[in-house]
T-cell receptor, first 116, second 111 residues
């Protein structure tokens, strides 16, 4: 199956700075890469995703880039704010077929802390 | 719409006890999932159901069983709880391979 690695495990930035979280995946056939944000005590929620036919996607202060050749993708948060503090998970969906359709493989998470 | 709901929110068990975690979704999704979340380990898939009537093992299925009762409901059963099963359990659902929506989680402690 797919193997997703995520770095760093913790990240501290000053308010207003940028934050970058990186993930690598092993299955070159993976075709969907979502990012989830989980605030303390809450459920994970999708913040942005990218598909393998696109190299970059932006949504206000958040962007994701995908390098299929190198098999890595990154989350970029600009102008960080204290409310961006949370755990962020990357995931990859393998190109499995049939009953495994939709299965996601998650990274271990990055604890982002934004200091005011 | 309530989205994905889970019961109970919290549970404490003694080693060897059994229990069932309930999950329901009202989004007409065909796929449902059970994850466990442990510190530093991310979200690990226990079991999933790609459609009503089918279930498959994920990364960490040992000690668990599941039932896809109907399209809306997907339950997770611990037959003989062990301290290693202390965790936060999340149910999720999706329409096929699209975005997964998570429930609020169940915090389980096994003494």
């Amino acid at each position: 199956g797919e193997n997703v690695e995520q770095h760093p495990s913790t990240l501290s930035v000053q308010e207003g700075d940028s934050a970058v979280i990186k993930c690598t995946y092993s299955d070159s056939a993976s075709n969907y890469f979502p990012w989830y944000k989980q605030e303390l005590g809450k459920r994970p929620q999708l913040i942005i995703d990218i598909r393998s036919n696109v190299g970059e996607k932006k949504d206000q202060r958040i962007a994701v880039t995908l390098n299929k050749t190198a098999k890595h993708f990154s989350l970029h948060i600009t102008e960080t704010q204290p409310e961006d503090s949370a755990v962020y998970f990357c995931a990859a969906r393998g190109a499995d077929r049939g009953s495994t359709l939709g299965r996601l493989y998650f990274g271990r998470g990055t604890q982002l802390t934004v200091w005011p | 719409n309530a989205g994905v709901t889970q019961t109970p929110k919290f549970q404490v068990l003694k080693t060897g006890q059994s229990m069932t975690l309930q999950c329901a979704q009202d989004m007409n999704h065909n796929s449902m999932y059970w994850y466990r979340q442990d510190p530093g380990m991310g979200l690990r898939l226990i079991y999933y159901s790609a459609s009503e009537g089918t279930t498959d093992k994920g990364e960490v299925p040992n000690g668990y069983n599941v039932s896809r009762l109907n399209k809306r409901e997907f339950s997770l059963r611990l037959e003989s709880a062990a301290p290693s099963q202390t965790s936060v359990y999340f149910c999720a659902s999706s329409w096929g391979a699209d975005e997964q929506f998570f429930g609020p989680g169940t915090r389980l402690t096994v003494l």
